[in-house]
């Protein structure tokens, strides 16, 4: 009588690892693209590097430097009045064109298409075509001028008091469509018998979206706000397209500033020095929606 061997246990993980085991390659990336290079920035920072690192320590001797610039500071003002009129333009446009849309309009997908297309291109692209269009001997206002209005003028573009409003123009023309897109998967998460009850009430459409809809997505709302000043600190290619930063620095924004005292200056511990401040400018708008998100989960 011939024994039978016991069957082989099959080695299985723990519930609960295999998910781990997966995330761990994204984990190391981002532990070393992410959180290294954010120590090795401030680190260089406290340096006197300049064309290479040198790692000799000055302690905040970069950060003083940074702050006694007056094109610093004039980069600063100008991301401030860039931000406000980026995120409220895109944010104010993006809902309206959400709502037109979400009201039935007809060839939707087309007009869809149309808001989203801006987003394929890149700000290099973005900023050259503008620059087109506000060139005033190529653009806008030579072709109104061609059709007899001699006076008319639209030279933002060389005027150092309206250079920054052609950078937050051109930068509300293509992220709208983001905005839209993100207004109009909210709306269409509303429920429907909300509107039925609306109807029933005789309440008009606009109070409708003004004290019901739009507390609805204030998730939404804050959403888009964060993302749309993530992208106002780090512009940077817009800028150059667009403006170089010009007239003189008068469209200037942190990022340029940052690009070029390591890149053409040879300033890599002041370049550094004003990374990191950019950093921490972002880390204070997105800590306190991390934190309130997680007390929400918490709760």
């Given amino acids: 009588m011939t024994e039978t061997c016991p069957p082989r246990r099959r080695w299985r993980l723990p519930q609960g690892a295999a998910p781990a085991i997966a995330l761990v390659p994204a984990a190391l990336i981002t532990l070393v693209c992410f959180y290294l290079f954010i120590g090795w920035t401030f680190a260089i920072s406290l340096t006197d ?15 003083r430097r940074l702050f006694a610039s007056s094109r610093w500071w004039t980069a600063l003002e100008n991301l401030g009045l860039y931000a406000v009129l980026f995120i409220g333009g895109c944010t104010l446009l993006g809902y309206l064109l959400a709502i037109l849309i979400d009201r039935g309009v007809r060839a939707e997908g087309v007009y869809r298409t149309i808001f989203m297309l801006p987003l394929s291109m890149s700000f290099v692209v973005t900023g050259i075509i503008w620059q087109w269009m506000l060139n005033p001997g190529l653009g806008i206002q030579q072709a109104v001028r061609g059709l007899g209005f001699e006076e008319f003028a639209f030279n933002w573009l060389v005027r150092a008091d309206r250079a920054i409003f052609t950078v937050a123009l051109a930068g509300i023309w293509q992220q709208v469509g983001l905005c839209m897109a993100l207004f109009l998967a909210g709306l269409r ?19 409708v979206y003004l004290d019901i809809v739009t507390p609805m997505l204030k998730a939404t709302f804050f959403t888009s706000t964060i993302l749309l000043f993530s992208l106002a600190v780090k512009s940077f290619d817009l800028v150059v ?33 004003g990374a990191f401040v950019m950093l921490c400018t972002i880390a204070a708008v997105v800590a306190p ?5 997680n007390r929400r989960g918490a709760a």
Avoid at 49 to 63: D, T
Avoid at 257 to 272: D, Y
């Fill in 189 to 207: 998460g509303i429920d429907p018998n909300i509107w039925k009850a609306a109807r029933v009430d005789g309440i008009p459409t606009w109070r």
């Fill in 289 to 293: 929606y991390l934190y309130l998100q």
């Fill in 241 to 273: 397209a667009l403006t170089g930063g010009g007239p003189g620095f008068s469209s200037d924004l942190p990022a340029r500033f940052v690009m070029e005292h390591i890149l053409t200056r040879q300033e890599l511990g002041l370049g550094a020095a």
């Fill in 49 to 63: 590097s300049r064309l290479l690192p040198n790692w000799e320590f000055i302690g905040l001797e970069q950060y």
